[in-house]
């Protein structure tokens, strides 16, 4: 038995990412690779049991499950094998399937073994264009529902409209962000979900808020310096949690507050088309 399995119920989360790979996400394809790894890492480094469940969508294949409720010590690294940008965005069947398979899975789990803690990481780099099984309304029914049983919902995109976008899918403007399409961009937005990740599993924060750039940024520094002094949390140093999210190589921005939202000049227009 491991030891994320060797756990009481009121510790344990799920955490469910659903990742655009479509064609356009090419551009930042190793970073999102990097800073996958690094979420991943982060996740690893707490003591307290989590799983985790990796869905990638495009319209050759909306709903690809490479993880389903794996405990996070035992997920592999994603690979430029495993992760292969193509084709357009059913963003709304991906997230309509990953929220039903979910709560099936959590239906058929022993109460002992059900997570207390369930968060759903959107992945984007821009809007839906492809999705055949699943409306707008009736995702938005479906995350509201949920939001009402306590998950969490996260919805991170490259497309400038990120925010108006979330709040149509139902999920707070507060629990959503916009990161831009760069090395730097990408690696600041993957740090921060992470250490708020990490934050909201040792139930420091009670949700996964977005847009409070002084409480990320006392989180990331908090967690940094109990990974520099090898303790706190379990901690276990930076070969499995560099900087306590992404890791200097792979985030060259870490460290950097995160500008307030009213200071990031996000426009409305509307990016991919793909």
């Not at 307290?48 to 490479?66: G, M, W």
């Not at 409720?69 to 193509?86: A, C, E, H, K």
């Not at 968060?119 to 509201?144: C, L, P």
């Amino acid at each position: 038995m491991t030891q994320s399995q060797d756990k009481s119920q009121g510790d344990r989360t799920h955490i469910c990412m659903i990742l655009d790979r479509t064609g356009s996400m090419e551009s930042i394809k190793q970073d999102t690779i990097g800073g996958f790894n690094s979420y991943v890492a982060a996740q690893k480094s707490l003591p307290t049991p989590a799983t985790f469940t990796l869905v990638q969508f495009d319209s050759q294949d909306p709903f690809e499950v490479i993880h389903k409720f794996t405990d996070i010590q035992m997920v592999p690294d994603l690979t430029g094998q495993t992760y292969m940008p193509r084709a357009s965005t059913p963003l709304y069947d991906a997230v309509g399937r990953g929220i039903n398979d979910l709560k099936a899975s959590l239906g058929t789990l022993p109460e002992a073994l059900r997570p207390k803690k369930i968060v759903m990481v959107i992945v984007t780099d821009g809007q839906e264009n492809a999705s055949r099984e699943f409306t707008g309304a009736q995702v938005r029914k479906m995350i509201a529902e949920a939001k009402e049983a306590g998950w969490q919902f996260v919805f991170l995109s490259a497309d400038e409209s990120a925010i108006s976008d979330s709040s149509s899918l139902n999920i707070d403007a507060s629990n959503a962000a916009f990161f831009k399409k760069s090395p730097a961009g990408s690696s600041e937005m993957w740090e921060r979900v992470a250490n708020r990740s990490v934050a909201f599993r040792r139930s420091e924060v009670h949700c996964m808020r977005m847009d409070e750039a002084a409480d990320d940024a006392a989180i990331a520094q908090k967690l940094r310096a109990e990974n520099a002094g090898g303790g706190g949390s379990g901690a276990s140093g930076g070969a499995q949690n560099p900087s306590a999210g992404v890791g200097a190589a792979q985030n060259p921005n870490a460290g950097v507050a995160v500008p307030p939202r009213g200071e990031r000049g996000r426009g409305r227009g509307r990016g991919k088309r793909n």
